[in-house]
Each structure stands twice: as structure tokens, then as C-alpha cells.
């Protein structure tokens, strides 16, 4: 799938109907890879981190997320770009089950979080089957047992293996996982797990539909301020560049 560039980060050229057929088409093929659900954090530190963005270009998607990565591709031509929230294509999958006998492996948070969701799933989606669900312990990215973890889900076989660590942990075990899987495509979709659950309330529609999601993470967590306001003022640089194009 052909991609934009937003400095050295680039950005597939969808919306969430073209990655569900993507990945429906991948999956036919038996063409497995991984799934970036990237916003504009994700898309300043890929251009401030060559190896982490390498990482983003080389995915079978990297879907934009946020609003801001879809009104630089509008402001580039591309009117058809749509924003694929992670929440959006995670029940969309989950919704599909039943029709394509999709199985879903969950694998992070923590194990409070983790029992919630299969419990919910069990209930909105029971057709979904969960082969997997496991709160890894909270540790660097060098810690995890790539090999073990692999052999895991390889003998499970989800045909989804969603990753719920954050960026960008998650985009690096995906990295480091995906060429040692035999039928299972990985998707990280960072705080999906805890909206799921209900442990994180998402940020209202007027706010998501305007693009100030991060405003809204920001006031939950406000000791991650720092995280946010640099991507901020980066992205209002990236979206009057692409403006004035």
C-alpha cells in the first residue's frame, strides 16, 4: 500500500475500510506482518529516531491514528486518507470474527485489566475466541523472552496477536517478534486495552473529532506533560508546512 511522508515517518494511504481489507487480502495471501496504530507522538519521535522509525516504514501498515496525520495527507491531496483509531479497528476485528473465524491473542497491561477484557469480549463479541491473554511483567524491551514468546503464540496461532504496551515498546517487541511468526499478524494498539476494560475513560467525541485526543490524555495523566507538548507544537509545524504546500 502506498504511503505519505511526514518528514522521514510515512503513513500508509488509507482509511479503516482499506485496512480491513488489507488485511483480509493479507491474510489470504499468507503475507503476515505487523500493524503500527501511530499518532502525532509516534510521528515526531520516528523522525527524531532513525531505528524506531525504520521500524514504522517497514510495518505492513502504519495507520494514521490521529486526526493530525489525516488532515496532512488531505492538505498533500489524498482526500480518501481516514483517521483508523486503534479503538475503531480493534472491535471491527473483533466484530468480524464470527463471519472470517478470526482468534485473538491480548498481551499486556496489567492482569486486572487483561481478566476484563476476555470477560467483555466474552460478552459483546462471544464468537471472538481468545486463545490468549497475558500481562507480561513490566520490564525493558531487552528483557523480554523474544523465543519463548514466539513459540507461544506460534503454537496458539491467533490469527491477531494485540500488543498493549505503549509506544514505543510495542512497535520494537512487534520489530523483533513478527519474523519468528508463522500465521499471526501483531497489531499494537497502546491504550485500547485500558479503554476496553473501562481502567481509562477515552477522550469525548468533540475532542477526538477536533484532534485534541492528546490534550485530553495529557489532563488524565498530567505528569506526562513533558511527553506531549514538543509532538504538539512539531505537528502544528508539519500540518502548516503541508498546508502551504
Given at each position: 500500500m502506498e504511503r505519505y511522508s511526514i518528514g522521514l515517518f510515512k503513513v500508509s494511504k488509507t482509511n479503516l475500510s482499506g485496512v480491513l481489507t488489507k488485511i483480509s487480502d493479507s491474510l489470504l495471501k499468507g503475507k503476515h506482518g505487523y500493524i503500527c496504530v501511530s499518532n502525532a507522538r509516534v510521528a515526531y519521535q520516528s523522525n527524531h529516531d532513525p531505528e524506531y522509525c525504520a521500524i514504522q516504514n517497514n510495518s505492513l501498515l502504519t495507520v494514521p491514528d490521529g486526526k493530525p496525520l489525516v488532515w496532512i495527507a488531505h492538505n498533500m491531496g489524498y482526500k480518501y486518507v481516514g483517521q483508523v483509531a486503534g479503538?475503531?479497528?480493534?472491535?471491527?476485528?473483533?466484530?468480524?470474527?464470527?463471519?472470517?473465524?478470526?482468534?485473538?491473542?491480548?498481551?499486556?497491561?496489567?492482569?486486572?485489566?487483561?481478566?476484563?477484557?476476555?470477560?467483555?469480549?466474552?460478552?459483546?463479541?462471544?464468537?471472538?475466541?481468545?486463545v490468549g491473554a497475558v500481562s507480561p511483567p513490566f520490564q525493558p524491551i531487552e528483557a523480554y523472552d523474544i523465543d519463548s514468546l514466539a513459540d507461544d503464540i506460534n503454537r496458539l496461532?491467533?490469527?491477531?496477536?494485540?500488543?498493549?504496551?505503549?509506544?514505543?515498546?510495542?512497535?520494537?517487541?512487534?520489530?523483533?517478534?513478527?519474523?519468528?511468526?508463522?500465521?499471526?499478524?501483531?497489531?499494537?494498539?497502546?491504550?485500547?486495552?485500558?479503554?476496553?476494560?473501562?481502567?481509562?475513560?477515552?477522550?469525548?467525541?468533540?475532542?477526538?473529532?477536533?484532534?485534541?485526543?492528546?490534550?485530553?490524555?495529557?489532563?488524565?495523566?498530567?505528569?506526562?506533560?513533558?511527553?506531549?507538548?514538543?509532538?504538539?507544537?512539531?505537528?502544528?509545524?508539519?500540518?502548516?508546512?503541508?498546508y502551504i504546500r
Open positions: 479503538n475503531e479497528l480493534f472491535h471491527a476485528l473483533l466484530g468480524e470474527s464470527a463471519k472470517h473465524g478470526y482468534t485473538h491473542y491480548f498481551y499486556g497491561s496489567t492482569p486486572s485489566t487483561i481478566e476484563k477484557m476476555k470477560q467483555r469480549a466474552a460478552v459483546e463479541y462471544p464468537k471472538a475466541r481468545i496461532s491467533p490469527t491477531f496477536f494485540w500488543v498493549g504496551l505503549g509506544a514505543p515498546k510495542q512497535e520494537r517487541l512487534m520489530a523483533l517478534l513478527q519474523p519468528k511468526l508463522k500465521n499471526t499478524i501483531c497489531i499494537g494498539v497502546g491504550l485500547v486495552f485500558e479503554y476496553y476494560a473501562g481502567t481509562v475513560k477515552r477522550a469525548p467525541k468533540w475532542a477526538r473529532k477536533i484532534g485534541l485526543e492528546w490534550l485530553a490524555r495529557s489532563l488524565q495523566q498530567p505528569k506526562r506533560w513533558l511527553v506531549f507538548y514538543k509532538p504538539f507544537f512539531w505537528t502544528v509545524y508539519q500540518i502548516s508546512k503541508s
